[in-house]
């Protein structure tokens, strides 16, 4: 009886012997172990396909087949709707003969499935963040007989919730749940790429008593890694826009031989980037008179093409090749993946690895290969002509495969538009509340305590004086007709920042969606493809389209992701190293050694400083986004003036352009004095600025914003990390 399986229930014996495991894996028998015989909260952390779904709930559903709850026994949450309609399927498959329902509530759910779970709560309910606010914002009476028998809470992906919002927003709700449920249940979390497991505890376990195992089994895997960079030449003329044609059709000839007779995923940092790479992949295939095997996956496209891309990859014969954005970087079940590409470099280590891990199932290697198209002109600038990408891509790999190295989490202290959302939506649960009673919930919540009592107080004179909520005639708060068009709006459960979307229709099938809606005649690329738009219907936000030949554009504005600062600085030491990586591929070997002669013949690397010709510098800092950020801060509002700097063009997270009187010496210098002395960070901002961190914050007191910004929008510790 000393093996955890024995201690499963039968019908979970008789799985594992009907999928032919011959025993289980460590990660489940380390969660039978602390599921079983402690207490604890739980946090496993393990690699994709190790089973992390399987260790949690094997030893939750033998718990609850053996003693069951009165009301819901498990609560899945998990990130995306399609990890959850995965998961479902995989759980009906486990639970066929168990007699313990499994439930998933989101928005493609019908109203008759969610009544018949309020009749009868039970067995395991899998929902969104989203879902789960509805469900305690306009259903309060309902969640004691829900919860009240709770047994466990399983977060699924939850790097992906951390150190966010969204995350920040689901502390809460657990936090609520308990409170109006009276029930104690204890937490799992899941995830292939962590690190730092104290502040993964710590947030796991916030706001409860109990401690938090962790079951992180080592044991390394094996990886394929390669990287190729391919320079793009700076059109301005008719000869360089043709190499510039060429250029383009070897990049996208290169990525379509490396998957077109695989299953493989494209990785794209934008939505752009997916759209151009599949309809690229569509044309070569046009050309060379093969098959169209090419998919694209991200938010923007129907749910129906989305499954047909994930069918397609787990289910269907192959080959197969979606180009994704992270909505397949989660754990969505793909099967058995070939490859990996990634065009351009993720902006985060946890992203590589989250990638990395779609392959390398089944006792495969991993396998992922880069792709670094960069802009090459030897007549741009001189920090322009470092390939950033390529230099990116290089460091995550590093950082990980080393050093093993993954991002920490940061949490935010004052999040202010969180603030407002939950005391909305609690005073929309509540109906009605006294200043003290509501104000005794909020900041009772994980997510508030470092927010001062005083500090409540001008928050909610705010929401009084522009009537998000008013005072009645016995003292007590209701929500405001301002604040009724917030939380009355479907877009109130969510914290993540969306945009309205209009339809696209061929014929009566939907396509997609897009934010920007053009005019008539005008030709977009959605799902790979090119239509030509035949009707914009305002009232019902739908563009109806048909398909066309030739060329068109994509209608989504990208944005990159922000970096750590040690990210950059390995970049830097990369540029100043003479080491030749081995996964490197012949293009990017001679790309890096180019850079590296640039930077060594240049300076470029000996000082934070370096004169760019008349009267222009260029500042080369190496730090991260939030630092870069708060950087262009000190010298717009302390040196500019004093220096008699005239324009200071950032180039996020790289360098600045300055231009004006200052010499390089003097600028240097003054960053150096600055770095001895203490700057007040009130003023970095101007005099009328209040800057928005997060969705709500629009709605919050600008003195209570601006206090905000300089606690977590703000690193004066930037100075730290300045190589002088």
């Known amino acids: 009886m000393s093996n955890p399986f024995y201690r499963l229930a039968p019908f979970i014996q008789e799985y594992i012997y009907r999928n032919n495991w011959t025993e289980l894996r460590s990660v489940q028998v380390d969660a039978c172990q602390v599921l079983m015989d402690?207490?604890?909260?739980?946090?496993?952390?393990?690699?994709?396909?190790?089973?992390?779904?399987?260790?949690?709930?094997?030893?939750?559903?033998?718990?609850?087949?053996?003693?069951?709850?009165?009301?819901?026994?498990?609560?899945?949450?998990?990130?995306?709707?399609?990890?959850?309609?995965?998961?479902?399927?995989?759980?009906?498959?486990?639970?066929?003969?168990?007699?313990?329902?499994?439930?998933?509530?989101?928005?493609?759910?019908?109203?008759?499935?969610?009544?018949?779970?309020?009749?009868?709560?039970?067995?395991?309910?899998?929902?969104?963040?989203?879902?789960?606010?509805?469900?305690?914002?306009?259903?309060?009476?309902?969640i004691p007989q829900l919860f009240g028998d709770l047994r466990f809470i399983v977060v699924d992906e939850v790097h992906a919730f951390m150190g966010q919002d969204r995350g920040t927003q689901l502390l809460c709700q657990l936090a609520r749940i308990e409170s109006m449920a009276c029930c104690m249940p204890r937490r799992i979390g899941l995830s292939?790429?962590?690190?730092?497991?104290?502040?993964?505890k710590k947030w796991l376990s916030a706001g409860t008593s109990r401690g938090v195992a962790v079951s992180n089994p080592s044991g390394g895997s094996r990886l394929r890694l390669a990287v190729e960079h391919f320079s793009m030449p700076d059109a301005r003329d008719t000869e360089q826009a043709e190499q510039l044609a060429q250029a383009r059709a070897t990049f996208y000839e290169y990525i379509y031989d490396a998957?077109?007779?695989?299953?493989?995923?494209?990785?794209?940092?934008?939505?752009?980037?997916?759209?151009?790479?599949?309809?690229?992949?569509?044309?070569?295939?046009?050309?060379?008179?093969?098959?169209?095997?090419?998919?694209?996956?991200?938010g923007s496209i129907s749910a129906m093409l989305r499954e047909e891309a994930e069918a397609a990859l787990r289910e269907g014969p192959g080959p197969a090749v979606a180009a994704a954005t992270l909505t397949l970087e989660l754990g969505i079940d793909l099967g058995n993946l070939e490859r990996v590409m990634q065009v351009g470099a993720p902006y985060s280590c946890s992203s590589f690895v989250q990638r990395l891990?779609?392959?390398?199932?089944?006792?495969?290697?991993?396998?992922?290969?880069?792709?670094?198209?960069?802009?090459?002109?030897?007549?741009?600038?001189?920090?322009?002509?470092?390939?950033?990408?390529l230099l990116r891509a290089i460091s995550v790999i590093e950082l990980y495969t080393k050093d093993r190295w993954i991002e920490p989490f940061t949490l935010r202290r004052q999040?202010?538009?969180?603030?407002?959302?939950?005391?909305?939506?609690i005073l929309k649960a509540m109906g009605e509340a006294t200043p003290r009673d509501l104000a005794f919930k909020v900041l009772a919540l994980p997510a508030f305590r470092e927010i001062a009592p005083e500090d409540y107080k001008t928050f909610l004179r705010y929401l009084l004086q522009t009537d998000h909520i008013q005072r009645v005639d016995d003292g007590g708060l209701i929500i405001g007709l301002t604040g009724e068009k917030v939380v009355n709006n479907f877009r109130f459960y969510a914290v993540f920042k969306d945009e309205e979307e209009h339809a696209v229709y061929s014929g009566t099938e939907e396509i997609g969606s897009i934010t920007t809606v053009p005019p008539p005649g005008y030709a977009l690329t959605l799902a790979g493809r090119s239509w030509r738009v035949i009707e914009v219907d305002s009232r019902h936000k739908a563009v109806y389209v048909e398909p066309v030949r030739g060329r068109s554009d994509t209608l989504w504005l990208g944005a990159g992701g922000d970096l750590d600062t040690r990210v950059v600085a390995k970049m830097r030491d990369i540029l100043h190293s003479k080491e030749i990586y081995s996964y490197l591929r012949p293009n990017a070997v001679k790309r890096l050694e180019k850079a590296r002669r640039l930077a060594y013949e240049t300076g470029l690397?000996?000082?934070?400083?370096?004169?760019?010709?008349?009267?222009?510098?260029?500042?080369?800092?190496?730090?991260?986004?939030?630092?870069?950020?708060?950087?262009?801060?000190?010298?717009?509002?302390?040196?500019?003036?004093?220096?008699?700097?005239?324009?200071?063009?950032?180039?996020?997270?790289?360098?600045?352009?300055?231009a004006g009187q200052c010499s390089a010496e003097d600028l240097k210098r003054e960053l150096e004095r600055l770095a001895e002395q203490t700057i007040d960070p009130l003023k970095l901002l101007d005099e009328a600025e209040a800057p928005f961190l997060g969705k709500y914050d629009e709605f919050v007191s600008p003195d209570l914003l601006r206090k905000a910004f300089v606690i977590d929008g703000l690193d004066l510790e930037f100075f730290n990390h300045i190589n002088y």
Not at 283 to 295: I, L, N, P
Not at 415 to 425: A, V
Request: glycine share 6%; proline share 7%.
């Open 605 to 658: 690397l000996k000082n934070i400083v370096v004169n760019a010709g008349g009267d222009s510098l260029f500042i080369l800092p190496w730090i991260g986004s939030r630092q870069f950020r708060t950087l262009v801060r000190v010298l717009k509002f302390i040196l500019k003036e004093p220096l008699r700097m005239r324009t200071i063009l950032p180039t996020e997270p790289y360098y600045l352009t300055v």
């Open 259 to 298: 998957t077109h007779t695989k299953k493989a995923l494209i990785f794209t940092n934008s939505r752009t980037d997916a759209e151009e790479v599949t309809r690229e992949m569509r044309t070569v295939a046009a050309r060379r008179c093969e098959r169209d095997v090419f998919y694209v996956h991200h």
């Open 415 to 425: 999040p202010m538009g969180l603030l407002y959302h939950q005391t909305m939506s």
């Open 357 to 389: 891990g779609r392959s390398g199932r089944r006792g495969q290697p991993s396998e992922m290969l880069f792709v670094c198209p960069e802009e090459e002109d030897e007549s741009a600038p001189l920090p322009s002509r470092i390939p950033w990408t």
């Open 38 to 142: 402690t207490e604890d909260h739980l946090l496993i952390a393990s690699a994709t396909a190790s089973g992390k779904t399987e260790a949690a709930l094997f030893p939750a559903l033998t718990q609850l087949y053996e003693h069951p709850s009165r009301s819901v026994g498990i609560l899945y949450i998990g990130p995306l709707k399609a990890l959850i309609n995965d998961q479902f399927e995989r759980l009906n498959d486990l639970l066929r003969e168990a007699q313990i329902p499994v439930w998933h509530w989101h928005g493609d759910v019908s109203q008759n499935e969610k009544a018949k779970l309020l009749r009868r709560p039970s067995g395991v309910l899998q929902i969104t963040p989203e879902s789960l606010e509805g469900l305690l914002m306009n259903r309060p009476n309902a």
């Open 192 to 200: 292939a790429t962590l690190s730092d497991y104290e502040t993964a």
